[in-house]
Structures are given as structure tokens and as C-alpha cells.
């Protein structure tokens, strides 16, 4: 496999916090990589360096040969990233349809807004925006969900509508902060399922997750993120394995999670 994602010593400091440490990175293309780590380790920084809400101080990023240190957001998603947050962030009054719809807005003229309220968009754009996000309700199992206001939804599906709502723009990698959080183990199943699916037409996933046991049997590897700092990088047995790692969770006292489901 060809790496995909490639980054080079990135660090980030807020005022005299280090919250990411000098951290390599690469990404293979159609990878499933799951990036683990006590809480406050700097994982969703990590994240929104690679998604341009943060610049690093240092460091560099090359995605698919292009070098997009410093690109802002809507650049990053030009190049194919598109990600979910740790706090669901659909419009809730809205339907599930409408809100996948929203995720295709930068392929289409018109905008964001104006492809949920109707103006001026051309009979093309709506034509292309509905059937794609159609078709993603298809995959993904929601087409009896379509039209019910997003907030109405089980937890476990409104994270399969923000995933979708990432997905819709096939993109050529998704990140995904805790998307097992909140869900019970029907729902992780579930999850997992739909990660090997995507991992399956084409895109390559990066995921923050707390739940080891679900990242340990999903992942094709592990990185263990501690104070900012790289500890662990490799299979995902060996590395849950790792005293290193271990301690990092036990010194947080996070050693359930290490044990846990
Ligand atoms: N905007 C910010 N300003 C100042 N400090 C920040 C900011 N964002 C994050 N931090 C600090 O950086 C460190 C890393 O935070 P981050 O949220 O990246 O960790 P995390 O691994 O995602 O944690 P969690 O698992 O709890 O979500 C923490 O000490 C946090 O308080």
C-alpha cells in the first residue's frame, strides 16, 4: 500500500502546553488506523491540525503528494478530508435526508444553505445532491429514516447520519473523533461493520477512539498518543500490550478502558 498521509514532526503548543510533541505520522492508502490515548494525550488536536482548524507550529503535512501544511479547512476537504466531531453536530430539526445533503455542498455551486432551502441552485445540482445522498441512505441501511427530523434518531444512528454526511463526497479519507462514544455493543457492532464498508469502497479512516476493544479488533494499527507525545506505533495486540502504553493509561487511571470491553 502507498502511503497516503504523510506528517512530519508536527507540534502544537497553546501558551507553555505542548499538546502535540514532534509526531510522525503515515497513512497508508486504505488503512483503517486508530489513534488511542489517555484524555487531554492530544488526539483531537491532532486532528484539527490535519483538518487545517489549527496550523502547527512546527511540522509539515503531505497528503496524496501535495503539500497542505497551513491549508485552511475547505481546502483540506478539496483534497478529500472530511471528518466527524466528538460532539454530534447535525442540524436536529432537520431531516436526516437535508442534513446528508449539507455534506455535499462544496461539490456544488449553490452552497450549503441554499441546497437545504432551495435557492438558487440549478435542476442538475439538486438532481446530482439528491441522488447521491440517496443512494448513501441505501448503503448505510437509513432509507425508512429519510425524511424524520435528525434529533428524533437513537444515538447510534445519528452518529451513522454524520458519518454519513462525511461519506457523501466519497471522500478519500475520514476521520472519525470517538464515533463508538455513548453507543451500547449492538451499536458498536454495527459501527465496525460500517467502518470495514467504507475502508471497502476506497477511503482509508483514521479513528480516535476510547473504546479498546473495538479499535484492537477493527484497526489495522494502533498509535498511542501520550502528552502530545508518539509512544506506540504498530498491531494493535502488541501495542495494547506495550508497558509503555500500559502506564500511560494506568498513570491516568484509564486502566479499565485498557482492560474493559
Ligand atoms: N484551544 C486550546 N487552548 C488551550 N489548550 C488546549 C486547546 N485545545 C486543547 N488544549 C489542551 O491540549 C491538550 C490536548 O487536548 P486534546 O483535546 O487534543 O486531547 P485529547 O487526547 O483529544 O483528549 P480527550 O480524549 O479527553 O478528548 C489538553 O491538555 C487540552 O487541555
Redesign the pocket.
Known sequence: MDALLEMKGITKR??G?T?VDQVDLIVKKGEILGLI?P????????FNILTGIYRPDQGNIQFNGTDITGFKPYQIANQGIFRTF?NIRLLKDYSVLDNIKLGLFRQTKAGAWSSIFGLRRSREEEKKVAEESWALLERLGLTDLANEAAGNLSYGNQRRVEIARALVSHPEMILLDEPAAGMNSEEVESLSALVRQIRQQGTTVIL?E?NVGMVVELCDRLVV?DH?VKIADGDPNQVVANPAVIEAYIGGQEVTEVVGD
Request: charged share 5%.
Open positions: 497553546f501558551g502546553l499538546a490515548g484524555n487531554g494525550a492530544g488526539k483531537t488536536t491532532f466528538q480516535i476510547h498518543l502530545g
